[in-house]
């Protein structure tokens, strides 16, 4: 195998060992990062005789599955999680090295334990009881860090959980760890390295290692398709789930803003923020919704604003037939450089919606929003930011003290790319400023009302269609992203629903068909998804090959 690439983080394989013998001294906030190196080339086509045994059958395996197997007696909770501890240390830390993981949870078996002797006392929570769940690494989950894959919060310990991890815990759900990132949720540079963080190095895409797992959830992508957890939660502003859910083979869900709180968790935008679901099926996308729209809203105002518009039961609500009468949007000239495997991929699957009962309508969406949401972008992130740094007590307070810690320790933090971002926002005034107010409602109004609801209205539409995003890029560490363009920014931007679903492959690469709604469209979205999903089967397992070159 190459020399892995960009500092990788620290290894969880001392962890694991500790906490399958108990001894958890030490383990919680891993070692020093190592200095980045350059990525090495990939020559030749990976081994695999890494791929690790799977006594417990847990690779590809729904939650609806390991559910059945623990209520039935036949599996456990902790059985379950170490059995995901060693997959982490067999793929993320040996093996292809996915460096998926940033940091593992010390109290993770003790969590299971626990939740099996609830079992056997005759009360389980719900359906993910006993489930191991990842986390991204800009979410407050106690004991850990929580650092947006930056050195200047390495040492951050928020003192209580997010509200979504407070609700995942109470469903039952077992915190397995945190994910790497694209730090700052690559909003620190133009030139940033999707999936590359200071603190975690670089998440590599479990399809191609040489490929991009996109991001900003880059790890819980690739965690995902991996296998290394059941589901994982991911954060988006703009494509930060759709696009590693699309370029790691999964469901990516991004609900409407509001539906999940996002208190506790490191913001870009208040706008378009939200977390969502990342899986390997809608029907566990669904579940794991469930459980974060029923988190308390804290101090959340669009997730407080939200109350009366959850659906009781996501799950509940998927019909497998609901493509029969459906009438779907499909987004032209949306910019992205598809590749002619993804045509073909297209193709069938407007065949098969149509065949499945749906109406098919071509429609255009002209992108007018991009520079009123920036300018949004940087106001919100200035005031966001500081907000959280001084409510969770951060070792740094205000943006400006990030500037200059990362030009102190830019060897280590700006190797590859700058902060020019940040020191844009950072000259930005307060929201109360007419140029951010200006912008904000253009925004808005053109991906929302004059754009999404207007083009739905105009045609009777049920969603929007199209294809993600390209094919993974090459990670290129000189010349940042060479990102093939997405279809999903109008609902980031309005704060609206967006679904991506398997669509195929190209060359060996995930591709991902995009669904879009109004806002509150959540549970039809995923309806639709799931009916396309049920038809077409289009997800393939990962086949961790170091390069497509034959």
């Known amino acids: 195998m190459p020399a892995h690439p960009f500092a990788p983080r620290p290894t969880a394989l001392a962890c694991v060992l500790a906490l399958a013998c108990g001894a958890l001294a030490g383990c919680a906030g891993g070692a020093a990062p190592r ?40 599996l456990s909770s902790a059985r379950l999680t170490q059995a995901y501890l060693d997959r982490i240390a067999a793929l993320d830390d040996a093996g292809p090295q996915l460096n998926a993981v940033i940091e593992l949870n010390p109290n993770a ?11 056997k006392a005759g009360h389980a929570r719900g359906p993910l009881h006993g489930i191991p769940v990842l986390i991204k690494d800009n979410i407050d989950a106690v004991p850990m860090v929580n650092s947006a894959g930056s050195l200047a919060l390495a040492a951050h310990r928020p003192k209580q959980d997010a509200p979504l991890v407070a609700a995942l815990r109470k469903a039952g759900a077992v915190i397995l760890g945190k994910t790497n990132l694209s730090e700052w949720a690559n909003f620190r540079s133009t030139r940033s390295i999707s999936g590359w963080s200071g603190r975690g190095g670089l998440t590599r895409n479990p399809y191609a290692l040489d490929r991009s797992a996109c991001g900003s959830s880059s790890g819980t992508g690739a965690a995902v398709a991996a296998s290394l957890a059941a589901v994982g939660v991911g954060t988006e502003t703009d494509g930060s789930i759709l696009c590693p859910a699309a370029m790691n083979g999964l469901v990516g869900f991004k609900p409407s803003v509001g539906l999940v709180s996002r208190a506790g968790i490191i913001p870009i935008s208040h706008s378009q923020d939200t977390a969502g679901p990342m899986a390997r099926s809608v029907a566990d996308a669904a579940q794991l919704l469930n459980v974060l729209a029923a988190a308390e809203a804290g101090n959340d105002d669009a997730a407080q604003a939200a109350a009366g518009k959850h659906v009781q039961d996501y799950v509940a609500a998927l019909d497998p037939d609901a493509l029969h009468g459906a009438r779907l949007g499909l987004l032209r000239d949306t910019g992205i450089k598809t590749h002619p495997d993804q045509d073909a991929a297209l193709q069938r699957t407007l065949k098969a919606v149509r065949d499945a009962g749906a109406t098919v309508v071509e429609v255009r969406l002209p992108q007018k929003w991009g520079e009123a949401e920036f300018e949004v972008m940087l106001y919100e992130f200035k005031d966001g930011l500081q907000r959280y740094l001084r409510d969770s007590d951060a070792p740094v307070k205000t943006l400006d003290e990030l500037i200059a810690f990362n030009r102190a320790n830019a060897a280590r933090e700006m190797p590859f790319f700058g902060q020019e971002l940040f020191e844009r926002a950072a000259k930005k005034g307060p929201l109360t400023d007419a140029a951010y107010r200006k912008a904000a409602a253009q925004a808005r109004a053109l991906a929302g009302a004059q754009g999404i609801d207007a083009l739905m209205k105009k045609h009777k539409l049920d969603a929007l269609i199209a294809p993600a995003t390209a094919p993974a890029f090459m990670v290129d560490p000189v010349n940042g992203d060479a990102f093939g363009g997405a279809s999903w920014g109008a609902a980031a931007v309005a704060g609206y629903p967006s679904l991506t679903v398997p669509m195929g492959e190209a060359q060996g690469l995930p591709v991902g068909l995009v669904f879009m709604g109004r806002r509150w469209d959540d549970a039809k979205l995923l309806s639709l998804g799931f009916a396309y999903e049920q038809i077409t089967q289009a997800r393939t397992a990962p086949k961790y090959r170091v390069t497509l070159s034959p």
Do not use: K, N, Y
Not at 37 to 60: G, M, N, Y
């Open 35 to 74: 200095a980045p190196q350059p990525i090495a080339a990939a020559t030749a086509q990976a081994p695999r005789d890494f791929l690790p045994r799977d006594p417990l059958r847990i690779a590809e395996t729904d939650t609806a599955t390991l559910a059945a197997r623990m209520a039935g007696g036949e």
């Open 109 to 119: 078996l003790a969590e299971a334990r626990a939740l099996d002797e609830e079992r």
